[in-house]
C-alpha cells in the first residue's frame, strides 16, 4: 500500500478537534468524534497490511505483533510514565492509586473496560483521571486480537467471504452499539462490540469491498460529502449526544469517503489534507493525543479552578512540543526493525520498563495510593473522602431480600424490643452520607428508627434511572420501601435525596467527556426520557409517594438537598496543605444553591400544604448570608463535592431536631 499523505491529513482533522473538544472551546462540541476518525484510519491501515500479507502468506503473529508493540508502546510509556511521575508529585493519594491503576490497564489495553466498569454513579471526575483517554487505545488493540484471525480463517475459505463477513461484522456491531446507545450507555461508549464496526468499515475499504471511484468528478463529490459530514457532526453534536450509535454514522462515513475518494483519485478534500502543516500534525498525531489529555488535566488538578483559554493555548503549545520531540526521539528510533532498537533491545527496554510501571502501580495499590508521599494533616483530610456513612456502606444497596424481610439497618436505640422503631430513613447515597445525623439526634433523644438506602434511586414510587439497566434494583428497592414504611409501629418517613440532580437532569459537575450524560429519569408515562420530562416525572412520583404515605397515616418528612459544592472538599482542602500553588477556591454562594433548588423547592412548599408532611432544610446551617460552609475547624464537612462528610452530618443535626420533637410527642 502506497504512502498517502492525505490520510496523514486525515489524522490531524481528527486530533485537532479533540484537543480543543478537551480545551473546552465551544467552536467544536462534537470535537470528540475525532476518535472515531482514528478508528476508520485505522482499521483502513491496519487491515490493508494484513490483507496484504495473509493473502501473499508472508504474514506472522510474530511478526505483526512486534509491528504493534513497535508503534504503541514505546510513546505510550513515556507518557504513562512522565504522567505518573508528576502525579506522584501532585496527586492525593485515591487519585494517584487511580492514575497508577489506570497505567496498569492501558499497559495491558484494557483501560476501555476499566474506565467503563468506574463509569457509574461514584465515578471520579474526568479532571482527575490524566488517563482517561487511554480508553481508545484498549478498543484499537483488543480489536486487533481477533482481526487477524478473522481474516487469517476467511482467507482459507473462497474470497467472496471476506467481504460478506466483514459487512455481517460491520452490520451487527452497529445493532450492538445502537441497542446499548439506548440501555448501556457506558458500555456502548467504552466498549469493543458497539465500536468494532468503525474499525471494521476502515477494513471494508481496505479490501476493496467498494470499487475505487472510476472519476475525478465522483471523488470530489465523495470527498465532499465525508467532509461536509464530519463537519456537521462537530460543529452539531455536543456530549449530551446519544453516541455511538446512529450519531457515530456521520464522522465514519464521513472518514470513509474520504479514504475511499483517494484510492483511485486526487479530489480537492485529499490535496487538502496534503498540505504540510496537515501532515506534519497527522505526523504527531499519536503523540498529541497521548500528552494532551494528561497535560490538561494535571494543570487543572494543581490549579483547581477551571483554566482559562489563554492556559488551554500555552498548554497545547506544550502538548504539541512534547509530541514532537516524542516522534522525533522515541517513535522513529523505536520503529526502525534495523536501527538502534534490533528485537533483542526492544524486548529488554519496553519490558523494563513494563515491570518498572507495574511494580508502582502494584505498590499504589497496596497503599492505596502511597499516601506517604503527603504530610500527615493533608493525608488525614484526604482519608475523608473515602468514609461511608454508617457502617462503612453496609447500608447502602443492602440486599433486596434482607429489606423485604425487615432487616434494615437500625438507627438510635438498637433494642428495638424496648424501643419500636418510629421512623425510616429512605433515600439514594445523600441519606447514606446524612445517616450519622439521624443516628445522633435518635440516639441523644431515645428514638430508634430503621434506614436503607440504594445510590441513583430516587425515594419515590415509579421514578427511576432511564436507563432501566443502570439501575435496575431501584424499583424493587422501592417498592420494599413503601412496604416497610407501612409497617406498624412507623409514625415518620423522612426521604432524602439529591433531588436537584432528579429534577434537573444534569449531575451539577459539567461534562468533561463524551462518556457522561444526562441523568435522565422516566415513568410509566414517559414517551421519551428528556431533562424537561425529568421535571414531570419527579413531581408525579414524589405526589403520589406523599399522597400513598399520609393515606397510611404516616407523616412525610422531605429533607432538601445540602449545597453543591463544585469541587471535591477534602481534595481541596488536602491540596492546601499540599500543593505548591496553596490558593483556596471560592466558595458555594447561597444564592447559586437557592437559583438551583428554586424548583424542587417550591414542588415540597405545595406538598407541605398538607399538615401531615414537613421540610427540613440543612443548609439553613450550612449557608451564611454570602457563603456556605465547607468545613469546621479545618475539618471538611462533605466527603466530595456533594455528599455529607461524617463530620458535615454532624453538623447539620441542629437542623433535623423538629422531627425527634414530634416523635417525642406521640
Known amino acids: 500500500m502506497k504512502y498517502r499523505r492525505d490520510i496523514d491529513g486525515l489524522r490531524a482533522l481528527a486530533v485537532v478537534p479533540v484537543v480543543l473538544f478537551h480545551a473546552h472551546l465551544p467552536v467544536l462540541p462534537g470535537g470528540y468524534v475525532g476518535v472515531d476518525i482514528f478508528f476508520v484510519i485505522s482499521g483502513f491501515l491496519i487491515t490493508g497490511i494484513l490483507h496484504r500479507e495473509i493473502t501473499n502468506d508472508t504474514f506472522t503473529f510474530a511478526d505483526f505483533y512486534e509491528r504493534r508493540a513497535r508503534r504503541i508502546l514505546p510513546a505510550l510509556i513515556a507518557v504513562l510514565t512522565t504522567t505518573l511521575v508528576v502525579a506522584a508529585a501532585l496527586m492525593l493519594p485515591d487519585d494517584f492509586e487511580d492514575a497508577t491503576t489506570s497505567a496498569a490497564a492501558a499497559l495491558f489495553s484494557v483501560a476501555n473496560i476499566l474506565f467503563w466498569l468506574d463509569s457509574g454513579y461514584f465515578s471520579g471526575p474526568a479532571e482527575a483521571k490524566p488517563l482517561l483517554h487511554t480508553w481508545s487505545l484498549g478498543v484499537e488493540e483488543q480489536f486487533y486480537i481477533f482481526w487477524p484471525i478473522i481474516l487469517i480463517v476467511l482467507a482459507r475459505i473462497k474470497r467472496p467471504s471476506l467481504p460478506l463477513a466483514i459487512g455481517i461484522i460491520t452490520i451487527v456491531s452497529f445493532t450492538i452499539s ?20 468503525q474499525l471494521a468499515v476502515g477494513g471494508g475499504l481496505a479490501i476493496g469491498m467498494i470499487t475505487a471511484p472510476r472519476s475525478q468528478r465522483l471523488a470530489t463529490i465523495a470527498a465532499t460529502a465525508g467532509l461536509l459530514a464530519i463537519v456537521v457532526a462537530m460543529l452539531t ?7 455511538p450509535g446512529v450519531s457515530a454514522l456521520l464522522p465514519t462515513l464521513g472518514a470513509a469517503l474520504i479514504i475511499w475518494s483517494g484510492t483511485g483519485q486526487t479530489p480537492w478534500v485529499a490535496r487538502l489534507l496534503s498540505v504540510p502543516p496537515m501532515v506534519g500534525i497527522g505526523l504527531i498525531s499519536y503523540a498529541l493525543y497521548l500528552w494532551h489529555w494528561p497535560v490538561f488535566v494535571l494543570a487543572k488538578y494543581v ?12 498548554l497545547t503549545a506544550t502538548a504539541v512540543a512534547l509530541a514532537a520531540l516524542t516522534y522525533r526521539f522515541i517513535e522513529q528510533p523505536f520503529r526502525r526493525r534495523d536501527g538502534a532498537f534490533p528485537l533483542p533491545r526492544l524486548t529488554k527496554t519496553l519490558g523494563g520498563a513494563t515491570v518498572l510501571l507495574l511494580a508502582v502501580s502494584a505498590w499504589s495499590y497496596a497503599t492505596s495510593g502511597i499516601p506517604n508521599r503527603l504530610p500527615e494533616d493533608a493525608r488525614r483530610i484526604a482519608a475523608i473522602e473515602a468514609s461511608f456513612g454508617i457502617a462503612d456502606d453496609q447500608c447502602l444497596n443492602r440486599g433486596l431480600e434482607r429489606i423485604s424481610n425487615g432487616d434494615l439497618c437500625q438507627l438510635g ?77 412507623i409514625r415518620d418517613v423522612v426521604l432524602v435525596a439529591r433531588w436537584n440532580l432528579y429534577h434537573n437532569g444534569w449531575p451539577e459537575t459539567g461534562i468533561e467527556s463524551a462518556a457522561s450524560a444526562d441523568f435522565l429519569i422516566h415513568d410509566a408515562q414517559t414517551k421519551m426520557a428528556s431533562v424537561e420530562e425529568n421535571a414531570r416525572v419527579l413531581a408525579r412520583a414524589l405526589r403520589k409517594t406523599v399522597a400513598t404515605l399520609r393515606a397510611a397515616n404516616k407523616r412525610v418528612w422531605l429533607v432538601t438537598q445540602v449545597p453543591y459544592v463544585g469541587f471535591r472538599v477534602p481534595t481541596e482542602l488536602a491540596l492546601v496543605a499540599f500543593s505548591p500553588v496553596p490558593q483556596r477556591r471560592a466558595r458555594p454562594s447561597p444564592d447559586a444553591h437557592r437559583q438551583r433548588s428554586k424548583a424542587v423547592a417550591q414542588l415540597f412548599q405545595e406538598l407541605a400544604k398538607d399538615r401531615g408532611v414537613f421540610i427540613l432544610d440543612p443548609s439553613h446551617r450550612m449557608c451564611a448570608r454570602t457563603t456556605c460552609r465547607i468545613e469546621s475547624s479545618g475539618v471538611p464537612l462533605y466527603r466530595d463535592d456533594d455528599h455529607l462528610s461524617r463530620e458535615g452530618a454532624a453538623f447539620i443535626v441542629p437542623t433535623l431536631i423538629p422531627l425527634v420533637d414530634a416523635l417525642t410527642q406521640h
Open 237 to 243: 453534536f455536543t456530549p449530551r449526544t446519544p453516541f
Open 178 to 197: 445502537e441497542w446499548q446507545v439506548q440501555h448501556a450507555p457506558d458500555a456502548a461508549f467504552y466498549l469493543l462490540p458497539s465500536r468494532a464496526w
Open 413 to 489: 436505640e438498637k433494642n428495638l424490643a424496648d424501643a419500636a422503631p418510629g421512623f425510616l430513613l429512605w433515600g439514594d447515597s445523600h441519606a447514606e452520607a446524612m445517616a450519622p445525623a439521624f443516628e445522633t439526634l435518635a440516639r441523644t433523644h431515645g428514638a430508634s428508627g430503621l434506614y436503607a438506602a440504594r445510590d441513583a434511586c430516587p425515594p419515590v414510587m415509579g421514578a427511576t434511572q432511564w436507563p432501566t439497566i443502570r439501575n435496575k434494583k431501584c424499583p424493587a428497592f422501592q417498592k420494599a420501601m413503601l412496604n416497610q414504611a407501612r409497617r406498624s409501629g
Open 303 to 314: 490549579s483547581r479552578e477551571p483554566l482559562s483559554g489563554l492556559s488551554y493555548v500555552f
